[in-house]
C-alpha cells in the first residue's frame, strides 16, 4: 500500500510543517521508527526521544515545535496515530476477506448480511443474526437466537453463547466466553442445588472485550455492558451485573452478581467487588482493592477494604512506619515505669 505524508494530513486532517511527498511504509514508536515510518509524540516528557527520532514524519500536538524534523500538527496525536495504524491494517492478512469459509458450519435459518466473513470452523447456530461487515474468526461460536451487529469483530476461539445481544462495532479477544451460567446455587441438606439462569447479555455499541474475559447471564432479566467501555483481559463479570457507558475495566478484576456500575468508572487490575452495590459515575478504584461498600460517584478509592484515597494512603504511610511506632512506644512504656518507680 502506498501511502504518501501528503495522504496522512488528509487522514488526520492535521496540519503539515516540512515536504508532504515521502513515501510512508510503516508505523512505530518514536525509539523504533526509522526513515519511512510515521511516529507520534502525545506526552510532552518524551519530546527528547522524538528529537532523537528517526521517522520520517511525526504526529504532534498542536503546542508543539520540533525544529528540523517533518511534523504533522494535530489535536490528539493518539487518535490520529491510531487512524493511520487503521489504515495499515486493511491490507494485513491477519484480517480474512468477505466470505463464508468451506469448513464453516451454519444453520440454514440463520441471518447472515452482505460482507460478512467467516473463517474456518466456525459454528453458527439456529435462528441467529450476523450484521453487516462483521469478521468471525475460526473456531469461533454463536448460539441460537444470538444477534451480533454490524462491523464487530470476534477472533478465534470465542464463545457466544445462546440469546444474547451483541452491539455494533463490538470487538471481543480470543477466549472469551458471553452468556455464561451465572454462578447461583441452593444449599439444601448440605448439598448444591443448581438455580436456571434464564437470562441474558446485552453488549452495546463499541465496546471492547479482551481475551479470556467471562460474561455471565443473568438469572432472570440481564448483565449489560454499556456503550464504549473498554474491558482488559482476564475479567469476570458475573449475572445482573450492570456496567454503565465508557468505563474502563482493567486485567484481572472481578465483580459480583447484582453489582450496578455507573458511567466513566475506572475499575484499576485485580480490583474485587462484592455483589449488590453500587459505585457511582466518574468514580475510580485503584488497583488491588476489595470494594466492600458502595462507592459514591465521583469518589477514588484504595485498600482492602477500600477506603477513600488519601486516608487509605495515610493509613498505609503509618504501617510503614510501623517498627517506629512500636520502639516509641516501648520507649515511653520504660519512661513512665521509670517514674512510677520514683
Do not use: W
Not at 82 to 93: E, H, N, Q, R, W
Not at 112 to 120: E, T
Amino acid at each position: 500500500m502506498r501511502l504518501t505524508i501528503a495522504d496522512i494530513v488528509q487522514l488526520t486532517q492535521g496540519e503539515l510543517i516540512g515536504s508532504g511527498q515521502m513515501e510512508i511504509k510503516g508505523c512505530a514508536g518514536l525509539k523504533e521508527a526509522k526513515e519511512g515510518d510515521v511516529s507520534f509524540l502525545a506526552n510532552p516528557k518524551y519530546e527528547p526521544l522524538a528529537k532523537e527520532c528517526k521517522a520520517s514524519v511525526i504526529l504532534v500536538s498542536q503546542g508543539t515545535s520540533l525544529p528540523g524534523k517533518t511534523v504533522i500538527k494535530v489535536d490528539h496525536p493518539s487518535l490520529a496515530f491510531a487512524k493511520v495504524i487503521d489504515y495499515f491494517l486493511k491490507d494485513s492478512a491477519t484480517f480474512i476477506p468477505p466470505g463464508i469459509h468451506p469448513t464453516a458450519v451454519i444453520a440454514k435459518d440463520a441471518l447472515i448480511a452482505k460482507d460478512v466473513a467467516i473463517g474456518p470452523y466456525v459454528v453458527i447456530e439456529p435462528k441467529a443474526v450476523i450484521g453487516e461487515g462483521t469478521k468471525i474468526y475460526a473456531h469461533s461460536y454463536i448460539g441460537h437466537e444470538t444477534r451480533v451487529g454490524s462491523q464487530c469483530l470476534i477472533y478465534p476461539f470465542v464463545t457466544l453463547r445462546e440469546k444474547i445481544s451483541i452491539g455494533n462495532r463490538v470487538i471481543v479477544h480470543s477466549g472469551s466466553v458471553i452468556g455464561s451460567d451465572g454462578y447461583g446455587y441452593v444449599t439444601v441438606d448440605g448439598k448444591h442445588t443448581k438455580i436456571p439462569q434464564i437470562g441474558t447479555v446485552i453488549i452495546e455499541d463499541d465496546v471492547e472485550i479482551g481475551a479470556n474475559v467471562t460474561i455471565d447471564r443473568a438469572r432472570f432479566d440481564k448483565t449489560i455492558v454499556g456503550e464504549g467501555t473498554k474491558i482488559d483481559n482476564l475479567v469476570h463479570i458475573a449475572h445482573n451485573v450492570s456496567i454503565g457507558k465508557h468505563c474502563l475495566i482493567i486485567a484481572q478484576v472481578g465483580i459480583s452478581g447484582s453489582t450496578h456500575i455507573g458511567s466513566h468508572v475506572i475499575l484499576a487490575g485485580q480490583v474485587g467487588v462484592v455483589g449488590h452495590l453500587t459505585i457511582g459515575d466518574g468514580a475510580i478504584v485503584a488497583a488491588q482493592s476489595g470494594v466492600s461498600k458502595s462507592i459514591p460517584a465521583g469518589h477514588q478509592v484504595f485498600g482492602s477494604p477500600a477506603q477513600p484515597l488519601r486516608a487509605a494512603f495515610r493509613a498505609n504511610a503509618h504501617i510503614q512506619r510501623f517498627d517506629h511506632y512500636v520502639e516509641l512506644i516501648q520507649e515511653l512504656k520504660k519512661r513512665v515505669e521509670e517514674l512510677e518507680k520514683k
